[in-house]
């Protein structure tokens, strides 16, 4: 079975600083990975997703995420965060069995402090 | 801006009320989803539907129940509200023709208060 596991409900940065939000997964057979970012009072939107092949994965506002099958892992990360970057986001995976259904990490609540 | 439009966005509802809220899209997607979200938990997938007259149950058990007569439309019913129903409700379709890693394009929700 499909599992999404974020480590740290919330995370807080310095603006400019690195942000490191971690994601782990789990999943019998090669997932499709995806980061998504909500922002106060709206759905969600899609930040980057993996492509088969790739390794490092660039996404929009400058997010990247790394994938690691060894660790089954997916972390984004962003060189220098501003203040903008304060929203949730969440880890999500999908195989091709069960009904290509999308599974959700709990989230993590990033803030950046000035 | 969003393709996928849910209304209303904010309900506060008494209990035993019937509610529908509504999602459409105007993408032509095939595959239309209901999530559920409580404050730190991660989405609840409560209904999907795989096209026309197609609907199917997720995998978090939902008192709502769901039609899909067109594929642009996708409203969410629930008879009788109740307390417990209190959450965000978010819609979402995905183009699978487009290959397995094709995302979700999500609604902006629709907050659900039952008092």
């Known amino acids: 079975a499909q599992s999404v596991t974020q480590l740290g409900s919330h995370v807080s940065v310095s603006e400019g600083a690195l942000v490191l939000l971690r994601c782990n997964y789990s999943s019998s057979v090669p997932p499709y990975l995806f980061w998504y970012v909500q922002y106060p009072n709206q759905g969600l939107q899609l930040l980057l997703k993996y492509t088969t092949g790739a390794t490092l994965v660039k996404g929009i506002n400058g997010f990247e995420a790394e994938f690691k099958k060894s660790e089954t892992s997916f972390h984004l990360t962003k060189p220098s965060a501003h203040m903008s970057d304060a929203a949730e986001y969440f880890c999500a995976v999908r195989t091709g069995t069960g009904g290509f259904k999308t599974i959700f990490g709990a989230g993590t609540r990033l803030f950046v402090k000035a | 801006e969003a393709d996928i439009y849910q209304t209303p966005r904010y309900l506060v509802i008494g209990t035993g009320k019937k509610i529908t809220l509504e999602c459409s899209q105007t993408m032509g997607h095939d595959k239309m989803y209901w999530y559920q979200q409580d404050p730190g938990m991660e989405l609840h997938l409560i209904h999907y539907s795989y096209g026309v007259n197609s609907t199917e149950k997720g995998d978090l058990s939902s008192e709502s129940t769901v039609s899909r007569i067109r594929t642009e439309h996708f409203p969410l019913t629930l008879e009788s509200a109740r307390p417990s129903h209190t959450s965000q409700y978010l819609c979402?379709?995905?183009?699978?023709?487009?290959?397995?890693?094709?995302?979700?394009?999500f609604g902006n929700g629709t907050r659900l208060t039952v008092t």
């Open positions: 979402a379709s995905s183009d699978l023709g487009t290959g397995n890693n094709s995302p979700l394009h």
